[in-house]
């Protein structure tokens, strides 16, 4: 696994930048639960040295333990942290791409001390008047963006596992409200929760009269 780098985070310091945030997020494609973004500011090259960041790369990339462990490195490493958290029903009010920016834009607005740069995983700019790039594959390329990828997943991962208790019909635990064979199978039996996406292919398509309140 290629390590990733601080080249973004450099460059920009060079630009006049001192606070700069990785940006990513998590839940996109699940059929249920929230999707949650990270802010993460690491502190300059100087700063850093002092902290072990290996192992710190795409969430995708690592298996639950992995990340798990690296949770609280990041946590001790960074300057600042925020998640913004945007729920399955504004999911389908405002479809799933405005509630991952809207997420994205919760985490900056909550990072203390605030970022005057980000670098956002993918090629979509936060709505928020603040100097950013976007890196399609940042995740794989830029330390600050990859501890925010991990953050953000992790984050979502324990969420989804609260959600297990209040519905363990789903697998929640296991699939983490993503569309495998059992948890499709799962809405098939018993339709949707409260937590499903109700616009998303896969539940709507299960959702009877009666359940229209609920989820």
Not at 36 to 65: M, N, Q, W, Y
């Amino acid at each position: 696994m290629a390590a990733v780098s601080r080249e973004f985070e450099e460059r920009a310091a060079r630009d006049g930048f001192v606070r700069v945030a990785g940006i990513d997020e998590a839940g996109r494609g699940p059929l249920a639960g929230p999707v949650v973004a990270a802010a993460v500011i690491l502190p300059d090259g100087r700063g850093l040295e002092r902290f072990d960041c290996r192992g710190i790369a795409d969430s995708k990339k690592l298996t639950a333990e992995r990340r798990e462990a690296l949770y609280p490195r990041i946590h001790e490493m960074a300057v600042a942290v925020a998640v913004g958290v945007v729920e399955a029903g504004e999911i389908d009010r405002i479809n799933v791409l405005r509630a991952t920016l809207l997420a994205m834009r919760l985490a900056v607005e909550k990072i203390a001390p605030p970022p005057d740069c980000l670098l956002i995983d993918g090629n979509a700019r936060a709505p928020i008047a603040i100097p950013q790039q976007t890196i399609v594959g940042g995740d794989g390329l830029c330390l600050s963006i990859a501890a925010a990828s991990i953050i953000a997943k992790v984050t979502r991962d324990r969420l989804m596992l609260r959600h297990h208790e209040d519905y363990p019909l789903y697998g929640f635990s296991m699939n983490k409200g993503y569309p495998t064979q059992a948890h499709r199978d799962a809405i098939r039996r018993h339709g949707c929760c409260p937590i499903h996406r109700r616009t998303f292919r896969g539940v709507r398509e299960f959702i009877s009269p009666a359940q229209l309140d609920l989820c």
